[in-house]
Nanobody, 123 residues
């Protein structure tokens, strides 16, 4: 079992950068592919990015590629999401999640979830 705790959210201005962290627990963290999702007020949770268990392969939703970067440090059992040039439409609760399968973008493919961290971008 993997337990996940996100951190790093906050209130920023448009154009700022923010790095989210997701601390994992359990020796099996490195066996899981990881993903970031987000949920804006009144909207469904959506896929942001995913990274393979080794960190060698990443994938992004098209609209965020180039501004967001997913990475992981298995030695520190931590997942990251670097977000640059933030926009008001990036305002959402951001969730990290673990999947037994790499490259997945659907919520139902992820077995474990964190509680989420709020990111608010003001204009």
């Amino acid at each position: 079992q993997v337990q996940l705790v996100e951190s790093g959210g906050g209130l920023v201005q448009a154009g700022d950068s923010l790095r989210l962290s997701c601390a994992g627990s359990g020796r099996t963290f490195r066996d899981y592919a990881m993903g970031w999702f987000r949920q804006a007020p009144g909207k469904e949770r959506e896929f942001v990015a995913t990274i393979s268990a080794t960190g060698a392969v990443t994938s992004y939703t098209d609209s965020l590629r180039g501004r967001f970067t997913i990475s992981r440090d298995n030695a520190k059992i931590t997942l990251y999401l670097q977000m640059n040039s933030l926009k008001p439409e990036d305002t959402a609760v951001y969730y990290c999640a673990a999947s037994r399968y790499g490259g997945r973008r659907q919520i139902y493919d992820y077995n474990y979830w964190g509680q989420g961290t709020q990111v608010t971008v003001s204009s």
